[in-house]
């Protein structure tokens, strides 16, 4: 089975003539993998044995064998060839039933020209899709070893190759860390720069506006009347000490403060594994510029991710500094806020309602509890310490959307610096004082050597077959002329 299953075989199926083909096992066998019979030969002995209806069991062909019959005597003994021959024509020239049969399909010369014949024609049909998958296998084999870098031979070569591929990395986090373009890696959605960016930011501004220090109505007021208390000194009673508007707002922003150093934390790590893909893909077959190379680009991003940070605790510390804000909306937001005052400390005193209401809704900030408010009996403290909230949430509100825009502004710059000019640096370092980086490049890694010499060798044995299978070919053509 292992032999007659390929398509390109031929079945010579050998059946005496004294059993019932329609019966034979070796038939049933060959049906199993050729149906149709299109390339079974069935060869009959021992016709000497059962010469009587031979005629019809190979004219009938009741069976389905569909190269037809060819009716043999074997070698009986120490017979030689042209003994055997001799009696094989006697034997269907004489013998009465025998002799019927048409001489087209008898004896083992016939046998020996139609398996020529027939295998001729197996191997011209198969031929052509042979020399097309040759042909394929040739030219893919060609293509790649030119795509192959040439084995570098100076410190001239080995610099030109280096530039070469520093500037297409280069050009390449360009595309996707600045510019937008993904047409270098359309599927993978990881590698597209300013997308991903996107979501970082849009993440980090979700998480600031969610976090426990943008809920201003829990425990209202109760850190700013504590401000007020420990702010108290010698001055005019309507006004508001600027210290107790200070603390709350830095213990506030001092609370929030990892959120954009985790942001940029989390953005120079993905930077970093941007660099290493781009930089492994244009320098793969350069294996000692590859492991420099990323070296290298790991050290100039960590450098640049501790700068990073370090300015977004800049940042951090500026806004504990100093409540400052041109922004007008600072103002028509606390404004806003205000003209609620008397309604909610109306509410507070609880002046002709029975019972006494627990909470209070209030514009931009929804219920307010307030009962934990009524043990203060200071009228006063409470309308200070409800302006001085009013002024931190009417001030919170412009200083998270100034947070998101400035860690927005800061983390492009630097990408910007990164993908124009800082990355020049790693040339810096893979020259070295001494070349040392260039004169490795010389050394080729031996995964390429071995690639490139099995290329060469599969191109030679590919060559070498066509010219082989071109010969058959012409070989099937004479052959074919001559028959004719």
């Not at 400390?345 to 209030?362: A, E, K």
């Not at 947070?403 to 630097?414: E, G, P, T």
């Not at 690639?451 to 010969?471: F, G, Q």
Request: with cysteine.
């Amino acid at each position: 089975m292992q032999y007659i299953t390929p398509k390109e075989s031929i079945i010579l199926n050998v059946l005496s003539a004294t059993v019932d083909f329609s019966t034979c096992e070796s038939i049933r066998m060959s049906q199993q993998v050729d149906k149709n019979g299109e390339r079974t030969l069935a060869v009959v002995t021992k016709v000497d044995r059962a010469a009587e209806g031979l005629v019809d069991k190979v004219t009938a062909d009741d069976v389905n064998i569909g190269l037809g019959y060819v009716c043999v005597r074997n070698r009986i003994g120490d017979e030689s060839y042209e003994e055997a021959r001799k009696e094989e024509a006697r034997l269907f020239e004489t013998k009465a039933h025998l002799s019927r049969i048409d001489k087209s399909i008898v004896g083992v010369h016939v046998l020996a020209q139609k398996l020529v014949r027939i295998q001729a024609n197996a191997i011209a049909k198969c031929l052509p899709e042979i020399v097309k998958n040759i042909s394929a296998k040739l030219d893919a084999n060609v293509s790649e070893l030119e795509k192959m870098p040439k084995a570098l031979t100076s410190i001239a070569d080995a610099t030109q190759a280096m530039m070469r591929i520093i500037q297409a990395a280069k050009e390449s986090l360009k595309k996707l860390l600045w510019r937008g373009e993904f047409d270098e890696y359309p599927e993978d959605n990881t590698k597209h720069g300013t997308a991903r960016f996107v979501e970082m930011l849009n993440r980090f501004s979700d998480e600031l506006h969610n976090c426990e220090e943008s809920n201003l109505s829990k425990d209202f007021l109760t850190e700013e009347i504590k401000g007020l208390e420990d702010a108290r000194g010698i001055e005019l009673p309507n006004f508001l000490p600027c210290e107790a508007f200070l603390r709350i707002l830095r213990r506030k922003v001092e609370r929030i403060s990892y959120l954009p150093i985790k942001l940029s934390e989390k953005y120079w790590d993905y930077i970093d594994d941007v660099v290493m893909s781009v930089l492994t893909r244009h320098s793969e077959m350069y294996y000692h510029l590859k492991v420099s190379a990323k070296g290298a680009a790991h050290n100039l991003v960590q450098k640049l991710r501790e700068q990073s940070i370090n300015r977004v605790k800049e940042i951090v510390e500026m806004e504990k500094l100093t409540g400052y804000t041109c922004n007008p909306d600072y103002m028509m937001e606390w404004n806003k806020l205000m003209k609620q005052q008397d309604h909610f400390i109306n509410r507070i005193s609880g002046t002709n309602m029975r019972p006494l209401p627990c909470s209070v809704d209030l514009e931009g900030l929804g219920e307010i509890q307030i009962e934990h408010l009524r043990k203060h009996s200071d009228v006063s403290i409470l309308q200070q310490a409800f302006d001085l909230k009013m002024r931190i949430v009417a001030y919170w509100k412009v200083f998270k959307v100034r947070l998101v825009d400035s860690m927005a502004l800061h983390l492009r710059y630097h990408v910007h610096n990164l993908v124009h000019n800082d990355i020049d640096e790693i040339v810096k370092e893979l020259m070295g004082p001494d070349g040392h980086g260039i004169k490795m490049m010389l050394v080729e890694s031996p995964a390429i050597v071995a690639k490139r010499e099995k290329l060469k060798n599969s191109i030679k044995v590919l060559k070498e077959s066509k010219d082989s299978v071109a010969k058959i070919m012409d070989r099937i053509v004479a052959y074919d002329a001559c028959l004719v």
